[in-house]
């Protein structure tokens, strides 16, 4: 079982991520932690019951998600697109995205965000960012985008802001 603990004012505590933390971005360089972490809230977010569009460009994340959702891989309302495919994103996103009922995970956005996929999902209030966004191409955007929650990860813990908490937030599995 995953959790995550929020050190704020000396004190830690259990968070439950859930749909008030969106959107969302969680930006760190390759060996921050920045992937397991992602790919662990967003697997939370699954398990909870909701719907859930996963893309990334490495098979290693899209498998550490399934193995976390366990048989939740097998619902309907999970859909994990082929790493690295990015035609397929496209089209699964333009699907999914107006609706708005789906949690749009998008995992190496520094690499697989291009202008095309931007302007399918960014209006998405349901949107979580993953990746070195230092290094994207679409920085202007990311740095003008309202997110509702950032986290800078870096050394496998996170600095986590939000409108209502912020504080050393890090990943546990139990």
Same mark, same amino acid.
């Given at each position: 079982?995953?959790?995550?603990?929020?050190?704020?004012?000396?004190?830690?505590?259990?968070?439950?991520?859930?749909?008030?933390?969106?959107?969302?971005?969680?930006?760190?360089?390759?060996?921050?932690?920045?992937?397991?972490?992602?790919?662990?809230?967003?697997?939370?977010?699954?398990?909870?019951?909701?719907?859930?569009?996963?893309?990334?460009?490495?098979?290693?994340?899209? $498998?550490?998600? *399934?193995?976390?959702?366990?048989?939740? @891989?097998? /619902? &309907?309302? +999970?859909? %994990?697109?082929?790493?690295?495919?990015?035609?397929?994103?496209?089209?699964?996103?333009?699907?999914?995205?107006?609706?708005?009922?789906?949690?749009?995970?998008?995992?190496?956005?520094?690499?697989? $965000?291009?202008? *095309?996929?931007?302007?399918?999902?960014? @209006?998405? /209030? &349901?949107? +979580?960012? %993953?990746?070195?966004?230092?290094?994207?191409?679409?920085?202007?955007?990311?740095?003008?985008?309202?997110?509702?929650?950032?986290?800078?990860?870096?050394?496998?813990?996170?600095?986590?802001?939000?409108?209502?908490?912020?504080?050393?937030?890090?990943?546990?599995?139990?």
């Amino acid at each position: 079982m995953t959790k995550f603990y929020l050190t704020e004012n000396n004190k830690e505590r259990e968070v439950h991520f859930d749909v008030s933390f969106l959107p969302m971005l969680i930006s760190g360089a390759e060996g921050s932690g920045t992937s397991f972490f992602s790919v662990s809230l967003i697997s939370s977010l699954a398990l909870q019951g909701l719907p859930v569009v996963f893309y990334s460009l490495k098979s290693q994340a899209r $498998l550490l998600f *399934e193995e976390q959702i366990g048989d939740r @891989k097998n /619902d &309907k309302d +999970i859909v %994990s697109i082929e790493s690295g495919n990015t035609e397929l994103a496209q089209k699964t996103f333009s699907e999914f995205a107006p609706n708005n009922k789906h949690v749009l995970f998008i995992k190496n956005a520094e690499t697989v $965000l291009t202008k *095309e996929l931007l302007a399918v999902v960014e @209006k998405s /209030d &349901k949107l +979580i960012l %993953s990746g070195d966004l230092s290094r994207s191409l679409l920085q202007k955007y990311v740095d003008e985008k309202k997110f509702a929650t950032t986290i800078v990860m870096d050394n496998r813990k996170g600095y986590l802001v939000n409108k209502n908490t912020q504080g050393i937030i890090r990943v546990e599995n139990e």
